[in-house]
């Protein structure tokens, strides 16, 4: 199994931009959705964990497994657990999981086959092969399990395909989309002012009847879609349109599937 992503470059960045609490957004709307949408879960498997940002907004009862191929961030997860029922592993998403579980001396772990809850957060959209992601949720999940995903909405946020337009004549701010059906494979640039030194991640843009593709073939079907908006405010001369357009435009789309059948691509 590969241990390389461009997420282990990054690492040192990512800790100190997110701390604890995760970045603005994740604190402030991502978070306090997601403990909603999970309230009833005992066992939650996060993939892509990053540094475990999910874990501590859990109660510490719940059973969390957090995977994550950057061993940095993995390293700082375990720094921060405080739950004795909390546990996180290197992992690659991607590629079948059992013997990631089966890997650690976590008795718990393998007694414990199948999950209440999946989640992959702010992480689908930057791992090329999203749908064996699907797959192993779905492998990983009790029947009638729920999947939860939250992504940069892939209808308006596009990297270097969609940006913010102001119309001077009728005092709108706009969201411009140029391209949203075709796949995309975009390099992001991490700290823009370093230029050519800078490290760079991948991000891949799918339309949504993508996602609902992977999750037909994975078993799952859609039970609800949630949109959710930024919280902040502008002040200033334009500030009334900024605020309209910030409530009318999301920035993330929250995609709550639940498992019925087994995978049927198991490839």
Known sequence: MSQKTSWQSVHRWYNSMSGEKGHYFQEHVVLPKLKQLLHSSQSVVDLACGN????????????YLGIDIAKGLIQEAKKKNTSARHYFLIGDITTPLHETLMRDNVPELKSLVQFDAATCILALQNVKEGSRVVENASRLLKEKGLFIIVLNHPSFRIPRQSGWGIDEQ???????????????????????????????????????????????????????????TSDKESTGKAAKMENMSRSEIPLFLCIVAKKIEHPKNNS
């Not at 475990?52 to 059973?63: E, S």
């Not at 760079?200 to 079907?221: D, I, M």
């Open 170 to 228: 009728n005092k709108l701010h706009y969201r411009k989309v140029i391209k949203y059906m075709s796949p995309l494979e975009i390099p992001i640039d991490m700290h823009p002012g370093k230029k050519t030194r800078s490290p760079v991640t991948w991000s891949y843009h799918y339309p949504l009847s993508t996602y609902t593709q992977w999750l037909k073939q994975a078993g799952f079907v859609i039970t609800n879609l949630e949109e959710w």
């Open 52 to 63: 475990g940002v999910l874990a501590n907004a859990l109660p510490q009862d719940v059973t």
